[in-house]
Structure formats: structure tokens, C-alpha cells
């Protein structure tokens, strides 16, 4: 006899794919952005509470034989081990903190999550209360290590000496097209999304090309001038 089924509904590896491919569509510019200005909701946060910072966010791009990875780097907040559970290893949890009209776009929300899952998998690393948090994505799992303290080591790891935030896409997807630096800085300089923080003062948003090695071999700051123009009306 048929039995009558109740229970939560599931979702499969395939939905989390199509959620993310909504928003990302196998681009590694949509995935930056969704990683900026998350980067910079949280920055304005710190700001709102009076503790203003330098403002940086570093974009590390590393290309080699065909794999990429993309890592940005900020010094605001950081995430705890409980805000990094929601953000990152679930779906529909409040994260931005910004439910009481502060503004703010969404801070370590949905974005995160597609942004990391669109390009392939990748990490999420995090200094917050002299702790350092660590997790990492995949379309199938989501892993968080125990919060250990933030000694020395891991602050070199990261280059946050203080607080702050370290996500790294690894793109491993097929039919994703890696661009060029010199492709990506235009198209991050000239994305609307972004106009507003790489013409503010109160922030450095830093491109860097690395080898193999780590080493630099490309350094830009990404900026924004708004065309000069007449008022006709």
C-alpha cells in the first residue's frame, strides 16, 4: 500500500548549479562584482559605527595552463563562524545585516554563494575577534573547520593583520572563459555596478596579476572617472 510521504523539501546539487548560473552566468566579472560590493557593503558598515578603515580591497588574479583563481581580499568586518554557517553554507538566511533600512546591497548573502558556486568551488577565510575562521564550497558540500585563534601564521597567510575577509573562486567549471588581465580591469572599470565605489575616495580596489608562485607581476588601481559632459535640460 502507497504511503502518504511528508518531509522538507530537497534540493539537488543540479538546482544550487541553475541558482547560481541565474545570477553569474559562467562569468568571472559578475562573480567579482557580487564579491566587491558585498566588500564594500561592509566596509560602509564599519563606517556607519564610527570605525572608519583604509578602505582596500585586493583582487588577486592567477592564471596558469588553463585554471584560474580569483581571490578578494578585504579588511573590514571579517565573519564569524556562526555568520559564515548562514552565508555561506545555507540558502535564505538573513546574513546582510541591513533589515533595519541602513541600505546596502546584500551583505555576504545570496551573492556569495553563487559567486563561488558559479565559477566552480572555492574558500572562504576570515579573521574576526582574534579568531580565524575557515570554509570551503563546492556544489555538493560545504565544509567549516574549527575556529582556531588567529596567531601570526594565519595572519601572514591572509595579509589581514587585524580583520577582515579572504574569498577565493576556483574556476574549474567547463565552458567558463578566463579573460585576460587587461580584458578583466576594463570590464570591472567599466561595470555599472561598480561605478559608485571605484570613483569613491574611501576606497582602493587594487587588481593584481600573480604567477604560479604567488609572485606579483601585475599591479593596478581600478578607478572611475564619469564622463565630462554639457546639461542640455
Known amino acids: ?49 564610527g570605525m572608519e578603515q583604509d578602505g582596500k580591497i585586493a583582487i588577486r588574479f ?18 564569524s563562524s556562526e555568520l559564515m554557517d548562514k552565508a555561506v553554507g545555507m ?26 558556486l558559479g565559477m566552480g568551488h572555492g574558500f572562504v577565510k576570515s579573521i574576526e575577534n582574534n579568531l580565524y575562521h575557515e570554509s570551503m ?27 577582515g575577509t579572504q574569498i577565493t573562486l576556483v574556476i574549474d567549471r567547463q565552458g567558463i572563459k578566463i579573460p585576460q588581465f ?5 570590464s570591472l572599470e567599466f561595470h555599472y555596478a561598480l561605478r559608485d565605489i571605484l570613483s569613491s575616495q574611501k576606497r582602493d580596489v587594487i587588481l593584481l596579476e600573480c604567477g604560479r608562485d604567488g609572485k606579483i607581476e601585475k599591479e593596478v588601481k581600478l578607478s572611475y572617472v564619469p564622463p565630462k559632459g554639457n546639461v542640455v535640460i
Request: no cysteine.
Open 62 to 79: 592567477m592564471r596558469f595552463r588553463g585554471i584560474a583563481q580569483l581571490r578578494v581580499t578585504d579588511y573590514a568586518q571579517g565573519m
Open 137 to 163: 564550497l563546492s556544489v555538493d558540500k560545504y565544509e567549516r573547520e574549527v575556529p582556531r585563534e588567529a596567531v601570526q601564521i594565519f595572519k601572514d597567510e591572509l595579509g589581514i593583520q587585524s580583520r
Open 1 to 49: 500500500v502507497p504511503l502518504r510521504v511528508s518531509r522538507k523539501l530537497e534540493a539537488t546539487a543540479r538546482a544550487f548549479r541553475q541558482l547560481s548560473d541565474q545570477t553569474i552566468k559562467k562569468d568571472p566579472v559578475r562573480a567579482l562584482v557580487e564579491l566587491i560590493t558585498n566588500s564594500d557593503d561592509s566596509y560602509k558598515k564599519l563606517e556607519r559605527l
Open 91 to 116: 540558502y535564505g538566511a538573513e546574513t546582510h545585516g541591513f533589515d533595519a533600512g541602513q541600505g546596502g546591497r546584500s551583505f555576504f548573502g545570496r551573492g556569495l554563494k553563487e559567486a563561488i
Open 182 to 186: 587587461d580584458k578583466l580591469k576594463r
